[in-house]
Each structure stands twice: as structure tokens, then as C-alpha cells.
């Protein structure tokens, strides 16, 4: 397939680290020092589904498409205030499309396990256009009373229209479970037969072992990807990252021995939005003007389960 369109929609609250440490025991310092983020988009009165029906809308029309020519739809969230109808239904109304939808969950890796599934349904005859939309909210997975993880995260949505083409070269997923390392418990209702106690835990984060897995899952995938084509790294032109932390990102640079011109970033002012990092960067690259036709661009995400992916597609 290639990458015809992408649009992304974010929540009109911005809050900045200082406002963070007027109820945190925190500051701009420590957060921009050990993390890269200055301020991020937080969901206040607005719904998710509709940052991602405007994602949806934006990608469509910067594919020149509409919706009746979609034949899938796919969602990548990890919460939202439904638990039923699935995410992607309620995007299928709101943009029109009458084509079948699935809502995925593999945490920040979604976009790029999504892309696969949309390929693969491809490369089976089953479909032609795939929208592809990722919306996140972890800003109400966390506890904004844990310095250790709330200021960490933005909410947002993404999204790309995917239509025949022989763009993508490479797709490497991978999952290895790890369930003690990032998790979040949700309290479900109660029945007359559930006699355990159960309780309603926030997002819950061993940062280290996650910022460890994530450098060594990252240069595994983006290596299995150069070595499927191969290609080496130099060959790349750009590297779209997850953008969970900037230290991160500068140790998979490293890895590589890239330039850093090569890595766009938006961590900064958006912080870790989940699997709608990838496809936000992308939009906002694409709406630059960053990429050239022909370019090779690699995108590499991480995320809790563990899973990861990464994939090599040409512009
Ligand atoms: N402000 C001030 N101090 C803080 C803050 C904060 N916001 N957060 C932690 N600290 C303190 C800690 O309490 C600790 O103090 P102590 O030594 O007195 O106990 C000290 O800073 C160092 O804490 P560490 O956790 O060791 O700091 P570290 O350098 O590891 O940075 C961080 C923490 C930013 C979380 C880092 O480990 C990281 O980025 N990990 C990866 C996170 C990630 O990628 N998450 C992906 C989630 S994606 C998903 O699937 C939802």
C-alpha cells in the first residue's frame, strides 16, 4: 500500500510543565531535562471521538478521497469512555463510511500494528482503501497525583488513508509480555458471583525497565527492517519515533550513528500521546513539507504489553 493522506486533530487545552508544578511536587527543569516536554495537549471538554473523526476528515481530504470509497476502517485506542460500540464504529458515522471497522489495542505500537493489518487485508484481495486512525487519551489512564507518570502525557489523534501502491517495504512486529512493566487496572461491574477484591488502579510505570526495553526493541526493529531490504540506516531519510522521551529518542539516534536532522520530533509540545504519536509526527512532517517524493522514511514504536514494530515505506 502507500500512504495517500494524514490528518490529525488535537484538544484546544494546552498545559505547560510550570502549570503542572503549581499542584505537583515538580518543575519545567526536571521535566524538559529528563524527558524533552514543555507543554502538551490535554483533553478537557471534548469528546475523543471527535478529535479522530476531525483526523479522519483531514486525512481524507489530503488524499482527495471521500468516505464511501473507504473498505476499512481501523482504530487504534487504548481507552475511551466507550467500552461498547468499539471506537472505530463511532468514526464510521462521523465521517459516513459504510465500509466494516475494528478497533485494535497494542498501546503506543497501534499505529504500526494497524498499518500491518491494513497490508495485509491488501495483499489478501480483501481490500483497496484503508483508513487507518489512532486516538489516545492517556491523560485519564494516569493518577495526576504521580509525578512519576501524568506529566509524561498528551491526548491526540491521527490518522493516514492507505490506497494500493508498493510504498511500504517492511513491517517488523513484536511482542514479548511484561505485564509488571506498564499496566492499568480497570474496575468492572460488580456481580453477584465476584467474591475477589478488585480495585480501580491508575496507570501504573516501572520507567526505567520501559526506557531499557525501549532503545533495545527500537534498534532491533529498525534493524530487522534495514536488513529485510538491504539497506543500512544512512540509506534512511527520516526516522519517525514514538515520542515517549527525548533521551529515548537521542539513544536510538546513537544506535544508528544518525544526524539528529534526520529525527522530527514533536514530544516537546505534545508529550507521549500513545500509538497517536506516530501518525500526529507524520501529519504534521507531511504538512511541512519535510518529505520528497522518493524519501525513505523509517517509524519505530514501543509500547505496554511489551510490544513494538517498526516500518521502512517510501514517500
Ligand atoms: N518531577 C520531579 N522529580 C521526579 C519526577 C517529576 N515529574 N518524576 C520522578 N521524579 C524523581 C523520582 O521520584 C526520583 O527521585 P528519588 O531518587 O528521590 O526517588 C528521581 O526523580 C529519579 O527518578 P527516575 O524514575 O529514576 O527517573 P528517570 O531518569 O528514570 O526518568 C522517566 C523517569 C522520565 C519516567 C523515564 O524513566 C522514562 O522516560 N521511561 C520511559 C517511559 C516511557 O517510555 N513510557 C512509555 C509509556 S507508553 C504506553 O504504552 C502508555
Not at 482527495?64 to 466507550?82: K, R, W
Not at 481490500?127 to 487519551?137: G, T
Request: with cysteine; hydrophobic share 40%.
Amino acid at each position: 500500500m502507500k500512504i495517500a493522506g494524514t490528518g490529525s486533530a488535537l484538544p484546544k487545552k494546552v498545559v505547560t510543565n510550570d502549570m503542572l508544578s503549581e499542584f505537583l511536587d515538580t518543575s519545567d527543569e526536571w521535566i524538559r531535562a529528563r524527558t524533552g516536554v514543555v507543554s502538551r495537549y490535554v483533553i478537557s471538554d471534548e469528546k475523543l471521538e471527535d478529535l479522530a473523526i476531525e483526523a479522519a476528515k483531514k486525512a481524507l481530504d489530503n488524499a482527495g478521497m471521500t468516505a464511501s470509497q473507504l473498505d476499512f476502517i481501523i482504530c487504534s485506542n487504548v481507552v475511551n469512555e466507550y467500552v461498547t460500540p468499539q471506537l472505530s464504529c463511532i468514526i464510521q458515522g462521523g465521517i459516513g463510511a459504510t465500509c466494516p471497522c475494528i478497533d485494535i489495542n497494542c498501546a503506543c505500537a497501534g499505529f504500526i500494528y494497524a498499518v500491518e493489518i491494513a497490508e495485509s487485508f491488501y495483499k489478501a484481495g480483501r481490500v483497496k482503501n484503508v483508513l487507518v486512525v489512532s486516538a489516545e487519551e492517556p491523560t485519564r489512564m494516569t493518577d495526576w497525583t504521580d509525578r512519576r507518570t501524568c506529566v509524561l502525557f498528551g491526548d491526540g489523534a491521527g490518522a493516514a488513508v492507505l490506497t494500493p501502491g508498493d510504498n511500504i517495504k517492511s513491517i517488523k512486529l513484536s511482542a514479548s509480555s511484561a505485564t509488571d512493566k506498564l499496566w492499568q487496572y480497570r474496575l468492572l461491574h460488580p456481580t453477584p458471583y465476584i467474591t475477589k477484591e478488585e480495585v480501580d488502579v491508575p496507570l501504573q510505570m516501572k520507567g526505567q525497565d520501559v526506557f531499557k526495553f525501549a532503545v533495545k526493541a527500537a534498534g532491533k526493529d529498525i534493524s530487522r527492517i534495514l536488513k529485510d531490504m538491504g539497506i543500512n540506516a544512512d540509506e534512511v531519510d527520516h526516522y519517525l519515533l514514538h515520542q515517549a522521551n527525548i533521551r529515548i529518542i537521542h539513544a536510538i539516534r546513537d544506535y544508528l550513528e544518525q544526524p539528529q536532522e534526520k529525527f522530527p520530533t514533536n514530544i516537546e509540545n505534545h508529550g507521549n500521546s500513545s500509538s497517536s504519536c506516530c501518525p500526529i509526527l507524520l501529519d504534521e512532517c507531511n504538512r511541512k513539507g519535510l518529505f520528497k517524493s522518493g524519501d525513505l522514511i523509517a517509524m519505530s514504536a514501543f509500547g505496554a504489553g511489551f510490544v513494538s514494530g517498526a516500518i521502512l515505506f517510501e514517500w
